[in-house]
């Protein structure tokens, strides 16, 4: 669990929903820590491999924000940071088949503790720290 503002995220949860989309084979949900939101989650993910070859990055995430819309996910449960996996990278894990968190997050998102206020890494789509009080409850399109 992480606290969002003043909201639980569940990470279990967010990578359920992100593996119910039909787009996605591969789905870790990492913890990390930010200035002013207190907490977020950050989402790995690898596409299934028809949509591998056929995807743009951009549209690719784009596709998943519209089905995790369609799904039903409020709009402060939508992973802060995202990255699309390729071809050759892995997630680290343990010998018992934990993800290697703070790793992970190194490598793929180039973090060790807080998200900084200038954040902005290539091939990682960041979605934002702030809670939209208009639309915190409600569904986001």
């Given at each position: 669990?992480?606290?969002?503002?003043?909201?639980?995220?569940?990470?279990?949860?967010?990578?359920?929903?992100?593996?119910?989309?039909?787009?996605?084979?591969?789905?870790?949900?990492?913890?990390?820590?930010?200035?002013?939101?207190?907490?977020?989650?950050?989402?790995?993910?690898?596409?299934?491999?028809?949509?591998?070859?056929?995807?743009?990055?951009?549209?690719?995430?784009?596709?998943?924000?519209?089905?995790?819309?369609?799904?039903?996910?409020?709009?402060?449960?939508?992973?802060?940071?995202?990255?699309?996996?390729?071809?050759?990278?892995?997630?680290?894990?343990?010998?018992?088949?934990?993800v290697?968190?703070?790793?992970?997050?190194?490598?793929?998102?180039?973090?060790?503790?807080?998200?900084p206020?200038?954040?902005?890494?290539?091939?990682?789509?960041?979605?934002?720290?702030?809670?939209?009080?208009?639309?915190?409850?409600?569904?986001f399109?």
């Amino acid at each position: 669990m992480r606290l969002f503002h003043e909201y639980t995220i569940s990470i279990l949860e967010q990578e359920q929903r992100l593996i119910d989309v039909p787009s996605i084979s591969e789905a870790d949900v990492l913890p990390v820590l930010d200035f002013e939101a207190g907490g977020m989650v950050v989402a790995l993910v690898r596409l299934q491999k028809q949509n591998t070859r056929k995807a743009v990055h951009g549209d690719a995430v784009r596709n998943i924000r519209d089905e995790l819309a369609a799904a039903g996910m409020i709009s402060y449960n939508v992973p802060t940071l995202l990255r699309v996996l390729q071809d050759g990278e892995q997630v680290l894990i343990t010998p018992s088949g934990k993800v290697l968190r703070k790793e992970c997050l190194r490598i793929y998102f180039n973090l060790s503790g807080y998200l900084p206020d200038w954040y902005a890494v290539d091939g990682v789509e960041y979605w934002g720290n702030k809670l939209d009080l208009a639309t915190s409850s409600r569904l986001f399109y």
